[in-house]
């Protein structure tokens, strides 16, 4: 038992989210039939920028078919560029006018651009889509064999690196918007508790106003991703306002609540423990503040306090020194 400087907290829940920027979505640049560029195109899998993901090719289809517009497209350009050569020598010659020399440049400037803008990252297997930088693919949003319209979404790939932290705060709270500064949490996923300022964390935003459905006050953080968090997590989140200045504090395993009352085993020496009932004040998920019931100096039951209680119940709660 000890005292500590504490934040005042308000705990609550929210949600682990990707953050903005973070998530790229990967589009159809053409009309056409989807064909995954590998094996291990799936939910999950690692990228690098320039990884291969997807071919959009015009296979059988008789309208709109890609494969068909880019022939096309590069015969347009061959004949353009052609009349364009032929131009630029009558135009020499002065054979014929200013006008006509323009526009027959500015054919094949059109035609170039349109060539070039469908050739590229095209392969003998169609309309190559790469991965634009570095994550994992999130979502793969077509199946192998699928029809896409240019623009069509295709997949989400995630950087990584970034996370939110959203919280969702009581409106009895909103006076103390100003003072919110951080936040501990832990996720249902993984039982150890995390700081936002050991992640790098900041306020980024909280909400102006409520509605009916959504009563709430959102308070968002952004932490880096230390790669063992998922975003749509739910997450408890204790929100650290004010600074307390000494503070009694017990860590938080020492806390056992039975019944709506709170105790901790209080170490009488040796291996002789009592169990104490205290009154308790704010946490921070590390610490609990302790009000009545212990006095700094006291040395508590941090690890095991769950055994002494199963052993109590039983009668065997060791009550002096060197007891087995």
Do not use: C
């Not at 008789?62 to 050569?85: C, S, W």
């Amino acid at each position: 038992v000890q005292r500590i400087a504490m934040r005042d907290v308000i705990k609550t829940n929210g949600l682990i989210l990707p953050a903005p920027g973070d998530e790229m979505i990967i589009t159809a640049t053409a009309s056409g039939i989807v064909q995954f560029a590998g094996s291990k195109i799936i939910t999950g899998s690692e990228v690098n920028a320039g990884t291969p993901l997807f071919n959009i090719t015009g296979g059988a289809l008789t309208h709109d078919n890609m494969d068909v517009a880019l022939a096309n497209a590069r015969a347009a350009n061959t004949k353009a560029k052609a009349d364009f050569d032929r131009a630029s020598v009558l135009f020499k010659d002065e054979l014929i006018s200013q006008n006509e020399f323009q526009q027959a440049q500015l054919d094949y400037e059109t035609s170039r651009t349109l060539f070039e803008n469908m050739n590229r990252n095209y392969t003998k297997s169609g309309q190559l889509l790469r991965a634009p930088d570095r994550g994992f693919i999130k979502q793969i949003l077509v199946a192998e064999g699928q029809h896409v319209e240019a623009g069509d979404a295709l997949a989400v790939v995630s950087k990584n690196k970034k996370l939110m932290l959203q919280a969702q705060l009581s409106q009895a709270y909103f006076h103390k918007l100003p003072s919110i500064t951080a936040a501990n949490f832990k996720t249902a996923l993984q039982p150890e508790l995390f700081s936002t300022d050991a992640l790098n964390g900041k306020v980024i935003s909280y909400g102006r106003s409520t509605t009916t459905a959504a009563p709430f006050i959102p308070v968002t953080f952004e932490i880096d991703n230390i790669g063992n968090m998922l975003a749509g997590a739910p997450a408890e989140i204790y929100l650290l306002s004010t600074k307390k200045e000494n503070v009694i504090a017990i860590p938080a395993t020492a806390l056992m609540e039975e019944q709506g009352n709170f105790f901790a085993y209080v170490q009488n020496g040796g291996e002789s423990f009592s169990k104490r009932k205290i009154k308790t004040g704010i946490s921070d998920g590390l610490s609990v503040e302790v009000l009545e019931g212990l006095r700094p100096g006291e040395r508590v039951v941090t690890i095991g306090a769950y055994n002494i209680k199963l052993s109590a119940s039983s009668g065997t709660v060791p009550a002096h020194g060197h007891s087995h």
